[in-house]
């Protein structure tokens, strides 16, 4: 059976501090001699990772094109209005074709029905660049910096605050049950998380010794929190829900006054992009307790240690 990372939960608690070891290791031998090249051939040629999406992107396109290059391959990326996938060329169809010819697939995409179908027929690794349930390579990035900056996961407490349905909460929850930690989600009651995905981060906190929970009282949320957290309200593909879903959030928006609920030395993460004066205040974001540069370079690393990682399960 080939392994994907599809969500955040595909790695087991031990799996995935192996990858976010393996992130820390890449952070500190990038661009030496020692940096390891998986994916070059025997002769030298650099192995072609697909990297496809379906929704815009900044960071995750720089980043997994950056990381493949680094790992000596090449990265083909392709957005879906260029592609017969974008014309309704079959999921399966297109995967057929791409996994005779690439190392691995990388895609960003609408539902997790796609990728699981993807998953399903394809003989490479298949790593989710975000749907619209999950964005688990985010969620890796995040780990590796909170270690950095607390030298530690297990035990600590991260809030988010915001929109408790969307992908990245459902992340927060599995991924941050996965490491040990304290996961609280803060969202208006019409924007809570799936219960199925509460219920089985709640099973996975249970063996490592986390939690998680959700409330709709976003200063209780926030108190003593070790890591607190936002994204935008209003994710790819919602745009024309603009109007209706600022004003429930506005409660949640992670200002100064939430802020001062956390511990001390709390650090803010933000997936980016962010929208200062909607769900994160500028001066948090730009203020001495935010990391997320370090967040966003961290993608790089942390999906380098997943292709590696999975290229060598997978041989
Ligand atoms: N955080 C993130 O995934 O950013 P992009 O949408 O720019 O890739
Ligand atoms: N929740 C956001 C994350 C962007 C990286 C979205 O899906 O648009």
């Not at 019409?190 to 009282?217: C, H, K, M, N, Y």
Request: some cysteine; hydrophobic content about 45%.
């Amino acid at each position: 059976m080939t392994r994907h990372f599809l969500k955040d939960d595909d790695l087991s608690p031990a799996e995935q501090a192996e990858v976010l070891a393996l992130a820390a290791s890449l952070k500190a031998s990038r661009h030496t001699a020692e940096a390891p090249t998986p994916l070059r051939a025997a002769n030298g040629a650099p192995l072609g990772v697909a990297v496809l999406f379906d929704k815009p992107s900044t960071r995750t396109r720089v980043s997994f094109s950056v990381g493949v290059a680094e790992l000596g391959g090449y990265p083909l990326v392709v957005d879906a209005g260029t592609s017969q996938l974008g014309r309704g060329e079959s999921v399966e169809d297109t995967t057929r074709v791409l996994d005779r010819q690439v190392a691995a697939i990388v895609w960003r995409t609408f539902g997790q029905e796609r990728i699981d179908a993807m998953a399903a027929v394809s003989r490479v690794p298949v790593i989710n660049a975000l749907t619209d349930e999950y964005h688990p390579c985010q969620i890796l990035a995040d780990l590796q910096t909170v270690i950095e900056h607390k030298g530690s996961l297990a035990g600590r407490s991260m809030t988010y605050l915001g929109d408790g349905a969307n992908n990245m909460a459902h992340s927060y929850l599995l991924g941050g049950a996965t490491a040990g930690m304290h996961v609280r989600i803060g969202s208006p009651e019409t924007f809570q998380p799936d219960p199925a995905v509460l219920e089985r981060a709640a099973a996975i906190a249970a063996e490592t010794g986390g939690s998680v929970g959700w409330t709709a009282d976003a200063d209780a949320a926030a108190d003593g929190a070790d890591v607190l957290v936002t994204d935008t309200w209003v994710s790819m593909g919602q745009e024309d829900e603009y109007d209706a879903r600022v004003a429930p959030f506005l409660p949640y928006a992670l200002d100064e006054g939430v802020l001062g609920r956390a511990a001390d030395d709390a650090v803010v993460l933000h997936c980016l992009p962010a929208y200062r004066g909607k769900e994160i205040a500028a001066g948090v974001i730009d203020g001495p307790q935010s990391v997320v540069w370090d967040e966003a370079e961290n993608r790089l690393h942390a999906q380098k240690a997943v292709l590696i990682w999975l290229l060598e399960k997978n041989a």
